[in-house]
């Protein structure tokens, strides 16, 4: 196998408690970083895991995990993980797996899910939007669709990811996160296959010719997967056909390398916004 027969790679650094007494990857630690890159192959399908699969009334139970040995990864070896789905059958569902050092094919392996009854621990079939997900992934198709509009229209999903992640999660008081600037501004939502919402942000005018971003979150567990940078470039781009020729944020600086991806850059001193360190940063549109 090489590492272009997978869509899907995740990278990971050999720790020093991974090593044996022949100062190699000990051989039950290759089932780990499976099950590592399994959980951030559910995030590159937009699926925030449990909540995507339980929705259906089932889970994942591993059935069968096979490893083969090609070579052995020793101490800080960067290694990188391919994960296809190669087959989803009535209730399971077959990944083929390689772990590579470079190029170097490290190692193989098969990992067997059944969907099933959590009660009951008995299989029942794949949900169709679950099977259809894992193929359109497969086949290159995206993930994430992002939808641009009003409060009306998108607020309620839009309220839903700020009250979790704002209110919920960081803290902010609830009166302090809801403004009047909601029902004026031009909002965004990120989607995945089964319609979930995911991430959120919205557009307002700063002042002439300047658009302001804000309220951007992604949930807990989709964070990284670029659904955060999918509605970033929505309010970028609607930015853009409003004719604005500046957008400015405030960042969380704990956040700031994120827009700083995105072409954003540094302007002024740090400063307390709602008991959290921001930092404006702006980009020319």
Request: aromatic share 10%.
């Amino acid at each position: 196998m090489k590492r272009s027969d997978f869509r899907f790679l995740h990278r990971l650094r050999v720790r020093w408690a991974e090593i044996d007494a022949q100062k190699i990857v000990f051989n039950g630690h290759y089932l780990m970083y499976f099950d590592t890159a399994i959980a951030d192959y559910w995030r590159a399908l937009a699926l925030p895991y449990p909540e995507a699969v339980e929705q259906f009334g089932g889970d994942l139970y591993v059935k069968k995990a096979t490893v083969e040995y090609h070579a052995s990864a020793r101490y800080d070896d960067l290694l990188e993980v391919g994960i296809r789905c190669t087959r989803v059958g009535n209730s399971s569902i077959l990944f083929t797996l390689a772990i590579f050092r470079q190029d170097e094919h490290l190692i193989s392996g098969e990992l067997v899910y059944v969907h099933a009854d959590p009660q009951t621990q008995t299989s029942v079939p794949v949900p169709q939007p679950l099977r259809e997900v894992l193929l359109a992934y497969e086949e290159g198709l995206p993930m994430v669709q992002v939808k641009v509009g009003s409060w009306d229209e998108l607020g309620r999903d839009a309220h839903a990811i700020r009250q979790t992640v704002f209110v919920d999660e960081q803290r902010i008081p609830a009166e302090m996160e809801w403004d009047e600037a909601d029902a004026i501004s031009l909002h965004a939502v990120a989607y995945n296959r089964f319609g979930m919402p995911l991430a959120t942000g919205r557009l307002l005018e700063h002042v002439p010719g300047v658009a302001k971003i804000g309220r951007m979150a992604a949930l807990r567990t989709m964070r990284g997967s670029g659904v955060g940078r999918a509605v970033l470039d929505g309010l970028m781009q609607a930015a853009r056909e409003r004719g604005y020729r500046e957008a400015v944020l405030h960042a969380q600086t704990s956040a700031s390398a994120f827009y700083a991806r995105s072409g954003f850059t540094p302007r002024g001193p740090e400063f307390d916004e709602v008991g959290i360190p921001h930092v404006e940063m702006v980009k020319a549109l």
